[in-house]
Every structure is written in structure tokens, then in C-alpha cells.
């Protein structure tokens, strides 16, 4: 059974190993800019090379949900704006629903997995976690929460 990670410290800890294991297989491709709905931002990308999957690693936002951002996209390296495929962000302080992206961790082997609640937007109908799912062919995975609550996901990795 998977668990959801709730604590900060913890939650802290596994968006740290996360950025670190993603350091250690994707090369740094410099600072680009990457665009989104709110606006654009420069940010240092790692890849291993064009076409391929790109990661970076903006910290703690300060949204109206503190959470750790964290794009990803396919790496373009002509194009002046790098587009975000999706981001999966993990709020600071609690596991609100309202942020798609959460750890949680096996009760038997103790491994730690990134989650995605399958919940995306696009302003536009047809776009939503429903249409995500039937076109992903993924499953969503039951984590059990610490009142005795569950939460379903997506396993990323």
C-alpha cells in the first residue's frame, strides 16, 4: 500500500532527492526562458538534448498555495521560449487536493514515488482529467492517508 508523504520536513527532503536524481541523468542545457499562462520566466534547464525531456527547478513559489514548481517540457533549443508539457508541483505545508502533484511512499519497501492526480487544465472543454485519463490509458493508484482517508494518483515515477 502506498502512503501519502505529509509532513514538510519530509516532503522537503523528497523534492530535494527528486531534483538531485534528475541532476544526476539530465545535463545542464543553460538558463532559457520558459513561458506559462501567468507570464514567462528564466530558469536554468537540464536535458539530454534536443527533443528530448527537459526538468528545472523553481523552488518555492509563492502562490496562494506555497508549493515546489517543477516543469517539464520537451527541450527545443532553437526556440526562444521553452513550452511547459506539464508541471507537477508539490504544495510546502499540507496536501490540499487543489495541487496536483504529491510524494507518497511504500508501506513495504519504503521506496518513495511522485504522484499526479490525473487533474489538469486548459481553459477549454474536453480538457480535464477525465479526457487525460481515457487518452493516457493510465491508472489511478489509491495512497492512503493519515486520518484514515485515501487519495488516488497517477505514479509518475
Given at each position: 500500500?502506498?502512503?501519502?508523504v ?14 538531485r ?7 545542464r ?24 525531456l ?12 506555497p ?18 508539457t506539464?508541471?507537477i ?31 489538469v ?19 489511478l ?10 487519495r ?6
Amino acid at each position: 500500500m502506498l502512503s501519502l508523504v505529509e509532513e514538510a520536513n519530509k516532503k522537503k527532503a523528497t523534492q530535494a532527492t527528486l531534483e538531485r536524481n534528475l541532476k544526476k541523468v539530465l545535463k545542464r542545457q543553460g538558463v532559457h526562458n520558459v513561458g506559462f499562462p501567468g507570464g514567462n520566466v528564466d530558469i536554468q534547464l537540464y536535458s539530454v538534448g534536443p527533443g528530448e525531456l527537459w526538468a528545472a527547478f523553481g523552488g518555492a513559489s509563492k502562490n496562494a498555495i506555497p508549493r515546489y514548481w517543477t516543469p517539464f517540457g520537451v527541450y527545443q533549443p532553437d526556440n526562444h521560449a521553452q513550452s511547459i508539457t506539464v508541471e507537477i508541483n508539490i504544495p510546502l505545508d499540507d496536501n490540499t487536493a487543489q495541487v496536483a502533484g504529491f510524494f507518497a511512499e511504500d508501506d513495504e519497501t519504503g521506496d518513495t514515488f511522485l504522484m499526479h492526480s490525473g487533474k489538469v487544465g486548459g481553459g477549454r472543454p474536453g480538457i480535464g482529467e477525465s479526457a487525460f485519463l481515457v487518452w493516457s490509458k493510465l491508472k489511478l493508484v489509491e495512497v492512503s492517508t493519515e486520518g484514515g482517508g485515501s487519495r488516488s494518483g497517477i505514479v509518475v515515477g
